[in-house]
């Protein structure tokens, strides 16, 4: 018996959790103890309140910590950090072998671990103390509002085959919060990334789709069976939601399919983090307090579906006409219209043609179809309004940009997904948020393109591992995220080797190295012993001068590349199926993709991450996406 059993746990079990009845969800062998974890932080302690744990051993929980709404932000860090100092103080004595007249705190920690426990592990598990919100009050708001989608959800599962367990993902993914935006990016109730969702949804300047919960709710369904299709189950399914399906197919490779435990405990890939080691588990743990809701909450109360009127707009609207048409305001119709961007209730960009609107029904004065015949001729439109861009000269300041064309440098960051550190370049190509000729004798001049598809250039983002919402350990306001990255479902690796080299990606050369870098071209060939002018080959390796910037600026760089690239094919360019080839003798990957099926080399790798485009034998099935041209929004 451990000293553990002995003395009792400080982390409270609400409710016992049953084995796993369900053979589609089991709880893998030894991580019993994480997910009951979890069902306290989201059944048992609230956003006032946490706890310090192990973050590879939740079963051993150091302490719960009270932090009041009433306390500031500086406060709160300062009191979890002063504990967390006293218990790595405490476990760094025990692992010098103390065993012998102990303090109390000392006698408590140390009951937390095996009697047998050795002082490595000690020594390592005071370098392993987390912080972990409650999250109760949350969970239980999420419950209530997810009355709204539930049903709906679980429709489009059953028609997928997805098990409508999964419409508790949102939980651990966003409190169902429609409004969740994470610190990569990641929006909506399934937490997309836009390169992620842009397989299964529109999303640009005029519609983010992520943000609508019932289209994101069919998307979600259709990645996750199609992660099932490819891992055969749905335990690494899931994780493949949070972690990618490329990083969980190497983890199962070097485990096995079905090592469920030894992949989340044991596996390293370099962005498996604690979120993504957690998130099947915290699932799991969702999934309880969901099916047992009115224990764990009594007197729960679910919001009600909200009665549309819904109808198809066949041609183009401003959106203040559309609103006096109706009788409703642009605050309501952006309230239950949650994928129209703010380019539309600036006037920057009409309703789109093809869009569904959602109107609450009781809100309207006469059926729909008369109001909708009302609307005087000139008022719908056959296109769309045209975008304007600024070309970023050397020397410019959103500040100065948005006062030249009198707008805010708010609205020009979230016309351009520029992320919090509002960085910009010269040469990039900044959208403006209404269409129109320049302001007159703007100093200085300005470039400036008007055109409905001209190409935009997204700032660079940095990305680095985010918690899931219901796993946040920010102690402020904004727990809700995801680990998903910018470039979730792209299987390429854009990290540095531990030997400073890099694999050559498509739409890369020497150029965007030694820039990203902030060296001249000839430095890298001079070290790769490359001749002048001879091109890098994708899928060749490449050593790096890492004496300017740091291995993690130089990915934040690449990747932020790739993202701008993979927004602007996007721009042009909509995913409207796909279709299986046969791989026949002599055929190329490249050659099918580029002259066939028009598609990049990138966007195939996200379709087929376990095909070498390099090396694929006949006989073999691999899938193209089928492209249509976007339009104009």
């Known amino acids: ?48 309140q946490g706890v310090l744990h192990d973050n590879r051993n939740l079963a051993v929980v150091y302490e719960r910590i009270d932090l009041p709404a009433s306390m500031d932000r500086r406060e709160r860090q300062r009191r979890v950090a002063k504990r967390r100092e006293h218990y790595q103080a405490v476990l760094r004595t025990l692992a010098t072998g103390k065993r012998d007249k102990l303090s109390d705190d000392e006698a408590r ?52 085959g ?42 640009d300047h005029v519609l983010d789709e992520r943000n609508d919960p019932w289209a994101a709710s069919r998307a979600a369904g259709k990645l996750l069976a199609y992660n099932y299709s490819i891992t055969g189950n749905w335990p690494m399914a899931i994780t493949a939601y949070n972690h990618g399906l490329s990083g969980v197919r190497r983890a199962m490779r070097q485990f096995g399919d079905t090592a469920y435990s030894d992949i989340l405990r044991k596996y390293k890939g370099r962005t498996f983090g604690f979120a993504s080691r957690n998130f099947y588990v915290a699932f799991l743990a969702a999934m309880h307090v969901d099916q047992n809701a009115a224990t764990y909450f009594p007197g729960l109360s679910f919001e009600a579906p909200t009665n549309y009127a819904t109808f198809q707009l066949d041609a183009y609207i401003p959106a203040e006409d ?64 045209p975008d304007l861009f600024h070309t970023i000269a050397r020397g410019d300041a959103l500040s100065q940009i948005a006062e030249t064309y009198n707008t805010r440098v708010s609205t020009l960051v979230a016309l351009n997904n520029l992320g919090s550190s509002h960085r910009i370049r010269a040469g990039q ?15 200085p001049p300005p470039v400036v393109a008007a055109a409905a598809d001209a190409p935009a250039v997204a700032a660079p983002e940095v990305v680095a591992e985010q918690t899931p919402g219901a796993m946040a350990s920010d102690l402020a306001a904004t727990l809700l ?6 470039l979730l479902s792209d299987p390429s690796d854009y990290s540095v080797a531990d030997d400073n080299s890099i694999e050559v990606h498509p739409l890369e050369t020497l150029g965007h190295y030694a820039d990203w870098l902030g060296i001249r071209t000839q430095r890298l060939r001079d070290i790769n012993g490359l001749a002048f002018r001879t091109p890098v080959e994708v899928g060749e390796r490449i050593k790096l001068d890492l004496g300017t910037v740091d291995a993690q600026t130089f990915e934040d760089r690449r990747v932020a590349y790739h993202r701008a690239q993979q927004d602007g094919f996007f721009r042009e360019n909509v995913i409207t199926g796909v279709a299986d080839h046969e791989i026949r003798r002599g055929e ?15 966007l195939f790798r996200q379709y087929n991450p376990e095909v070498d485009p390099h090396s694929v034998q006949p006989g073999t099935t691999v899938q193209f996406p089928v492209l249509s041209p976007a339009g104009t929004g």
């Open 1 to 48: 018996m451990t000293r553990k059993s002995r003395l009792g746990l400080l982390l409270l079990v609400f409710l016992a959790v049953p084995a796993a009845a369900d053979e589609r969800f089991p709880i893998p062998d030894g991580l019993q103890p994480d997910v009951d974890f979890w069902i306290d932080i989201f059944s048992h302690y609230t956003t006032g």
């Open 109 to 160: 920690v140390l009951a937390l671990w095996p009697e047998d426990v050795s002082n490595s592990t000690l020594g390592a598990a005071a370098k392993q103390i987390r912080y972990q919100q409650g999250l109760r009050d949350r969970f239980r708001e999420g419950l209530e509002r997810s009355g709204r989608w539930r049903a709906y959800i679980e429709n489009e599962f059953r028609a997928l």
């Open 162 to 203: 997805v098990p409508v367990e999964l419409a508790a993902l949102p939980h651990v993914e966003s409190s169902y919060n429609p409004e969740a935006r994470s610190h990569v990016g990641a929006s909506g109730i399934w937490q997309f990334t836009r390169s992620t969702g842009r397989r299964f949804m529109q999303i």
């Open 322 to 385: 559309l609103s006096d048409a109706l009788g409703v305001s642009t605050r309501q119709l952006a309230a239950h219209n949650l994928a129209l961007q703010s380019t539309i209730w600036q006037g920057s960009k009409h309703l789109p043609r093809g869009l569904t609107v959602r109107v609450p029904a009781n809100r309207l004065d006469a059926p729909v179809e008369t109001l909708l015949a009302a609307i005087p001729a000139d008022q719908w439109q056959e296109h769309q309004l």
């Open 429 to 443: 190509q900044l959208r403006l948020p209404a269409a129109g000729p320049a302001p007159a004798a703007p100093p």
């Open 481 to 486: 995220g995801t680990i998903q990255t910018a």
């Open 588 to 602: 190329s990957i490249w050659v099918l993709a580029l002259r066939d099926y028009d598609v990049p080399i990138w």
